[in-house]
């Protein structure tokens, strides 16, 4: 299972690149209040910048919160979103620790989905996809998890 890190941030310029091919590619959208990853300033230009994405709780707390179903548990941490089962209450927001869920004007939720596919696009080489172990989903067991 693999899951989107920030290992290289100090080389990050805050292109955005990230968040645009997130919003573009993955939500069909061109706007960064689409995108599943955000970068900010960490307090000025000559500090640097951070990325502010889905860390893959395993048990995520958004899903716990959510009252529709619409955010799953996915293997080795992370959630699955079906939007169509989503009412756009943003509990989901609210029950994340890390501020990686994020709410358009609309209150429609966007959070990382660990798809890769902003990878390709950051010029520096900020961000990663790393290979974790699966740990079992809340009622499965680790023979489960692995299949």
Known sequence: ??????PRM???IGCH??????ARLVHKRLSWDTAGIRISTSGGLSTGFEARNCLACNPAPCVNACPTGAYSQRKGGGVVVRKKLCIRCGECAKACPVDAIY??????PFVCIHCSRCVKYCPHDCIEMKEVAAEPVEG????EAQS
């Open 1 to 6: 299972m693999k899951i989107l890190t920030t």
């Open 10 to 12: 100090e080389r990050c």
């Open 17 to 22: 690149s990230c968040s645009l091919a997130c």
């Open 103 to 108: 709410l358009d004007l609309t209150s429609e």
């Open 140 to 143: 499965e067991t680790a023979e």
